[in-house]
């Protein structure tokens, strides 16, 4: 009996030890969205799967899907987001990220733009950008706006139209209000 094999870029978003040797990861993938899949003699010294699978990274990946769930295969380090990060505010920008993913996202399901969407914010977040605090809720706004929890017709267009470097140089109190209550209704709302 075969398997195939999908090969896909992955955002790390968690990892779970299982075993002496074996791991079992949380991965945000761009054509299967959130899933999770194992990984055998992964924590081997010896393993070359061992730096590449690191939480915050953004890899290439060959899954399979077996039996009992997806298994990784090869696996091709790109970028580890944490690591790169500009200073200590920063890397707290990516963990904050990985955790809306974490706490809102779930289910096998394509999110292509979503994915993307992450990719480019996280890029922008590890630099070193003005008003990291509403660069954040701007994030995570898009993030749940992109779930479903916000209406995306409720965003103001100067959030929506521009990349993150911009929206952040944007001085406006009423804006910044506006995005801080359209943050806090999509939490109440998802009950999450």
């Excluded at 009996?1 to 299982?18: E, H, I, N, W």
């Excluded at 580890?80 to 990985?98: M, Q």
């Excluded at 630099?127 to 995306?152: C, M, Q, T, W």
Aim: proline share 2%; net charge positive; with cysteine.
């Amino acid at each position: 009996m075969s398997y195939q094999t999908y090969t896909t870029k992955a955002l790390v978003c968690g990892t779970f030890t299982r075993n002496t040797s074996d791991g079992s990861y949380l991965l945000f993938t761009r054509e299967a969205g959130m899933l999770y899949a194992d990984a055998r003699s992964v924590r081997e010294e010896k393993s070359k799967q061992r730096y590449a699978l690191q939480d915050f990274s953004l890899i290439n990946v060959s899954l399979v899907k077996g039996k009992h769930g997806w298994k990784i295969g090869s696996v091709e380090p790109q970028l580890n987001y944490y690591h790169e990060a500009y200073n200590k505010s920063a890397r707290g920008s990516i963990v904050g990220v990985f955790r809306i993913l974490r706490r809102f996202l779930s289910g096998e399901e394509a999110m292509m733009y979503l994915f993307d969407l992450t990719t480019d914010c996280l890029s922008s977040l590890r630099s070193d950008i003005p008003n990291r605090n509403y660069a954040e809720e701007v994030v995570a706004l898009l993030i749940l706006a992109e779930l479903g929890y916000v209406d995306k017709k409720q965003i103001p267009l100067e959030v929506t139209g521009s990349n993150l470097a911009v929206v952040t140089r944007i001085d406006n109190k009423g804006l910044v209000m506006r995005v801080n209550q359209l943050y806090k209704q999509a939490v109440a709302v998802s009950h999450l």
